[in-house]
T-cell receptor, first 117, second 114 residues
């Protein structure tokens, strides 16, 4: 079955530091890959996505590249801010049910990121 | 109102109670989902509805009963729950049809079972 592995943390960095959160996956077929972010007391928000190999998703200074050869989708940001403190989830999509018609997301356990001023 | 909304935001119930969680999406989507977020486990997919038909029931105990009366509304009916069912229950919606489309999440209902 599908699975996602990501570093759990907490990861503590100083403001303006470089961020990498590793994510690797196991899947059948060619899933789409996602990073979602969850701020305290809120639901998940899409941060970025990539739908095929070598695609790069980017948003708000975050980037991740779909690497089929290493089955990875690592999240990076060049200079983090205190406001980036949150929990980050890597996920992949897979068709569900016998007739398709919808995707289910398989998530990693989440990485708690803490940025100190 | 826009996006995906969920009510109530917080719910405390005893093991013999019956309650329902409600989700509403204002995005014109055709697929809706229930996920469970526990403290020590990854987010787990529970149910998937596409065009109001249930297409996935991910081995969820029968004390959880979903209902999708139309493409904008999704319910999760709860009865005789256990303390280990305490979690954040998240609803999501997407365009549907597969293909890796983006799922949009509501804020969740924090459920505590006493």
């Amino acid at each position: 079955g599908n699975s996602v592995t990501q570093m759990e943390g907490p990861v503590t960095l100083s403001e303006e530091a470089f961020l990498t959160i590793n994510c690797t996956y196991t899947a059948t077929g060619y899933p789409s890959l996602f990073w979602y972010v969850q701020y305290p007391g809120e639901g998940l928000q899409l941060l970025l996505k990539a739908t095929k190999a070598d695609d790069k998703g980017s948003n708000k200074g975050f980037e991740a590249t779909y690497r089929k050869e290493t089955t990875s989708f690592h999240l990076e940001k060049g200079s983090v801010q205190v406001s980036d403190s949150a929990v980050y989830f890597c996920a992949l999509s897979g068709l569900v049910g016998s007739g398709g018609g919808a995707d289910g997301l398989t998530f990693g356990k989440g990485t708690h990121l803490i940025i100190q001023p | 109102e826009t996006g995906v909304t969920q009510t109530p935001r917080h719910l405390v119930m005893g093991m013999t109670n019956k309650k329902s969680l409600k989700c509403e999406q204002h995005l014109g989507h055709n697929a809706m989902y229930w996920y469970k977020q526990s403290a020590k486990k990854p987010l787990e997919l529970m149910f998937v509805y596409s065009l109001e038909e249930r297409v996935e029931n991910n081995s969820v105990p029968s004390r959880f009963s979903p209902e999708c009366p139309n493409s904008s509304h999704l319910f999760l009916h709860l009865h005789t729950l256990q303390p280990e069912d305490s979690a954040l229950y998240l609803c999501a919606s997407s365009q549907g049809g597969g293909g890796g489309d983006t799922q949009y999440f509501g804020p969740g209902t924090r459920l505590t079972v006493l």
